[in-house]
């Protein structure tokens, strides 16, 4: 569509963001577990140490969807990466071609700043993702395991603490 757009997104899209993160969780059936205010966004992705930054995507003037990535290193590359964190588009503009101006967006990002990898999580259910991500010529990494410390286990390993 000609009027698709795609713009940074700003700390005013704090709210907006928070939006659809829910959607997003609600869409992934996690519901429960966002925890993030308006004020932890306006934070974490534009407060002065962030490393976070967020693409605000619409149609026809209305709010579609949004993407929040950041910046990795490969060490055995020697180069920078772009990681995907969160991609969403409303259920009333899929299929819009919405999705895939986002991804195009952040590939150009990439480009431009010399990275070797763009990359992302997909939940193992989601056929829908995984096929479009497919068609764009992307390649599942399956011979990684993805692992994560987190809430008390962090806390512990991290204070040396027995778990």
Known sequence: MSD????KATIEDSSLILGFVKLLAVYEKAQDKVTATVRDIQKSI???????SALICTIGGKP?????FFFNYSTWLGENGLYLEDLFVSPEFRGSGAGK???KHLANIAIQKKCSRFEWSVLDWNKPAIDFYDSLGAKPQKEWVKYRLSGNALIKFGRGKRL
Do not use: K
Request: no cysteine; proline share 0%.
């Open 4 to 7: 698709i757009q795609i713009r």
């Open 64 to 68: 579609a969807g949004f993407a929040v």
């Open 46 to 52: 534009f407060g002065a140490d962030s490393s976070v």
């Open 101 to 103: 101006a986002l991804l």
